[in-house]
């Protein structure tokens, strides 16, 4: 039962280098979706995919790319990272059932990035 | 933005006492939903009360709604060492797109419990 997979976990970059980050679920859920969480605060949402074939803004997008690959993975892409964006960054899926509103999300367990 | 807000920010207790967080948020919801973290681990999903129950129970766990007062509880009883975590809510709100639902969270309460 591996549910929602994270890779790296931890990760150490210079400012200016590119980074993936990558997801990958295997619950068959429809949504999937990019936070992140800093010290004293809640998670806030960078991006998410409705579905296979669609992405949209979340609250905290900019800086951020994301690619849904496919149903089971989305992946996170820092372009030219930035010491503001040190952070835990989390991926969480939901959705058997398509467009059920009152449904759970699942978490990985994050990866931990530092930007120099 | 923040939707819910925890209260208190940190709770201490002792082991088998009953711990009570609270979540008050400012938008109409299609739903509440309580979510646990512990320390360097991912959230785990606790429970989920739709904006029409007004309780809901699974286990050690009680959930309250009032929605006149945008206000939420989580009860849990008789705790144990192991319910040492910080405990989110988050909400969705009215409105949210078909398909997809954006989970607005708070800063969470940050639960200890003493052996």
């Known amino acids: 039962n591996a549910g929602v997979t994270q890779t790296p976990k931890f990760q150490v970059l210079k400012t200016g280098q590119s980074m993936t980050l990558q997801c990958a679920q295997d619950m068959n859920h429809n949504s999937m979706y990019w936070y992140r969480q800093d010290p004293g605060m809640g998670l806030r949402l960078i991006y998410y995919?409705?579905?296979?074939?669609?992405?949209d803004k979340g609250e905290v997008p900019n800086g951020y790319n994301v690619s849904r690959l496919n149903k089971r993975e989305f992946s996170l892409r820092l372009e030219s990272a930035a010491p503001s964006q040190t952070s835990v960054y989390f991926c969480?899926?939901?959705?058997?059932?398509?467009?059920?509103?009152?449904?759970?999300?699942?978490f990985g367990d994050g990866t931990r990035l530092s930007i120099l | 933005s923040q939707q819910g807000e925890e209260d208190p920010q940190a709770l201490s207790i002792q082991e088998g006492e009953n711990a009570t967080m609270n979540c008050s948020y400012k938008t109409s919801i299609n739903n509440l939903q309580w979510y646990r973290q512990n320390s360097g681990r991912g959230l785990v999903h606790l429970i989920l009360?739709?904006?029409?129950?007004r309780e809901k129970h699974s286990g050690r766990l009680r959930v309250t709604l009032d929605t006149s007062k945008k206000s939420s509880s989580l009860l849990i009883t008789a705790s144990r060492a192991a319910d040492t975590a910080s405990y989110f809510c988050a909400t969705v709100p009215v409105g949210s797109g078909a398909g997809s639902y954006q989970l607005t969270f708070g800063k969470g309460t940050k639960l200890s419990v003493i052996p």
């Open positions: 009360i739709r904006s029409n129950e």
């Open positions: 969480a899926s939901s959705g058997k059932e398509f467009a059920v509103i009152n449904q759970p999300q699942h």
């Open positions: 995919s409705a579905s296979e074939g669609t992405t």
